[in-house]
């Protein structure tokens, strides 16, 4: 699939389409199940395209860039649909939450390192907590109402929040250069990070559906699992 004339660091999927964000500044939304290498090109971001995620029911497109902008869209906008520019550097880290609908979260870069949300459905902010560090990455917990931040300069670390009172339920440090890199498992409890020291570290830091036990005990290991319950 072709399209972009610059690199391409950001992909997000919605069932058969996949979103694809670029250097050149624009997103291009690819449906696999057509022959063109793309079925439409959104535009609106004046830098490099850095993050991208697909709200959960499918319908909104949140998109952060190096311009310090997170736009979202829908599913048939080819401009952003809401525009927010209280970001102070770039927008990589974006995650909507699982369990209230238009409840996105977004994180910014070395001279911004706060963590924003937002309500797309009434489009306003509601909170921001300054984080001390670089914000990587942002994922919801769909098994409580937790999220995982993953930072870079200075500190390297990762942050399990409790939401909303935004309170630290743990802090995992490690990695020696950021971290630039996380998942979750299928069942929402295990996560694991990478980062520039060429290590990937799996952490179990949240509940399953059924225990959510929240009594922390903080283990650690290296290339293991950390158990922080």
């Known amino acids: 699939m072709e399209g972009h004339r610059l690199r391409v660091g950001a992909l997000a999927w919605s069932s058969s389409l996949l979103s694809s964000g670029s250097r050149d500044k624009s997103i291009l939304q690819r449906d696999m199940r057509a022959q063109d290498d793309f079925v439409s090109k959104l535009s609106g ?8 995620k697909w709200s959960h029911d499918n319908r909104e497109l949140a998109s952060g860039g190096n311009d310090n902008r997170l736009f979202v869209w829908n599913q048939h906008s080819t401009q952003p649909v809401l525009k927010y520019s ?22 910014g ?13 009434t489009n306003s902010q509601l909170s921001c907590i300054d984080t001390g560090s670089q914000v990587c990455n942002l994922v919801w917990s769909k098994n409580v109402n937790e999220l995982v931040s993953t930072h870079g300069y200075s500190q390297n670390q ?21 971290v630039l890199y996380l998942a979750i498992s299928p069942d929402g409890q295990t996560i694991v990070t990478g980062a520039g020291d060429e290590t ?20 650690s290991s290296f290339l293991g699992r950390t158990v922080i319950r």
């Open 200 to 219: 990937l570290r799996f952490w179990n830091v949240f509940p399953s559906p059924k225990s959510q036990n929240t009594n922390s005990e903080i283990g």
């Open 158 to 178: 990762i942050i399990v929040w409790r939401y909303p009172s935004m309170s630290k339920l743990a802090t995992l440090t490690g990695h020696t250069f950021r």
């Open 109 to 121: 870069g070395t001279a911004d390192r706060c963590i924003r949300f937002w309500n797309t459905s």
């Open 45 to 52: 971001h004046k830098s490099e395209v850095c993050g991208l």
């Open 86 to 107: 209280e970001h102070t550097a770039a927008v990589k880290a974006i995650a909507w939450s699982p369990h209230l609908h238009g409840l996105l979260a977004s994180g």
